[in-house]
């Protein structure tokens, strides 16, 4: 088992820029990838970003060119930059980390609100 913990969200004016973090229990070489998932009232959840193991990252069209993921073996920790944000990047944003022959792991959610 792990625990997942999102921290960062927050209320942020348009044009904004926020960071989030997501911290494992334990090391992060286990998972072969972990990402950011949003959920938006009314809405189904949808991918924001994902990085794999070896760096790789693949970015949603919705927010490329303004949202960079990352992560830091060391602290076990992935985090997402969001930058220029706009009202419709509100959402709940999780954590989620893949692991082989175990399948999923989720984080509680953290809220980012996008507003003037």
């Known amino acids: 088992q792990v625990q997942l913990v999102e921290s960062g969200g927050g209320l942020v004016q348009p044009g904004g820029s926020l960071r989030l973090s997501c911290a494992a229990s334990r090391s992060i070489f286990s998972f072969y990838a972990m990402g950011w998932y949003r959920q938006a009232p009314g809405k189904q959840r949808e991918l924001a970003a994902v990085?794999?193991?070896?760096?790789?990252?693949n970015i949603a069209d919705s927010v490329k060119g303004r949202f960079t993921i990352s992560r830091d073996n060391a602290k076990n920790t992935v985090y997402l930059q969001m930058n220029d944000l706009k009202p419709e990047d509100t959402a709940v944003y999780y954590c989620n980390a893949k692991q082989s022959g175990f399948g999923d792991y989720w984080g509680q959610g953290t809220q980012v609100t996008v507003s003037s």
């Open positions: 990085i794999t193991g070896s760096g790789g990252t």
